[in-house]
């Protein structure tokens, strides 16, 4: 099991609960953006950087994905064709999205887009707090702990 990280929207609170995850389990994680970003030295955390464009770094993602690996992401459509391909998508607030729940996910963000671009004012999500940054570790503790151990 590998961790892909869609890095460029990935808050650095979030992304500094994953290197921590990542030394503590020994599990390999690569960070994919379109934009150079460091990384601490570790033989556990990888970054690649895509060229610039729409869902370059969401494709390469899909693309390199083996079943069982986890993505963390914020991208509905990534996280259903990352479920789709047999792995598992964790957005940055701690829900993980399944089989059961990302069709519902993805009706609402297309019925979402669809007022916005009629005009009305749908306003962004809300900032990330603690208890998103606490459902987050705890989720992604538990998933390591379970498919780490299998």
């Known amino acids: 099991m590998k961790i892909w990280v869609d890095a460029d929207a990935c808050p650095v609170v979030i992304k500094d609960i994953l290197f921590k995850a990542a030394e503590r389990t020994k599990v390999d994680?690569?960070?994919?953006?379109?934009?150079?970003?460091?990384?601490?030295?570790?033989?556990?955390?990888s970054?690649?950087?895509?060229?610039?464009?729409?869902?370059?770094?969401?494709?390469?993602?899909?693309?390199?994905?083996?079943?069982?690996?986890?993505?963390?992401?914020?991208?509905?459509?990534?996280?259903?064709?990352?479920?789709?391909?047999?792995?598992?998508?964790?957005n940055p607030r701690g829900e993980m999205y399944t089989v059961e729940n990302i069709k519902a996910r993805l009706s609402?963000?297309?019925?979402?887009?669809?007022?916005?671009?009629?005009g009305v004012q749908t306003g962004g999500p809300s900032a990330l707090n603690q208890a998103d940054r606490q459902k987050f570790a705890n989720n992604l503790d538990s998933f390591l702990t379970k498919h780490i151990s299998d």
């Open 29 to 45: 994680m690569t960070l994919v953006a379109n934009h150079s970003m460091r990384v601490p030295p570790s033989r556990y955390i």
């Open 47 to 90: 970054f690649l950087q895509v060229s610039q464009g729409f869902d370059v770094a969401d494709n390469e993602i899909v693309q390199r994905l083996t079943k069982g690996d986890l993505v963390i992401t914020a991208d509905i459509p990534l996280a259903a064709e990352v479920v789709e391909k047999g792995g598992h998508a964790l």
């Open 108 to 118: 609402m963000r297309d019925f979402m887009e669809e007022l916005r671009s009629t």
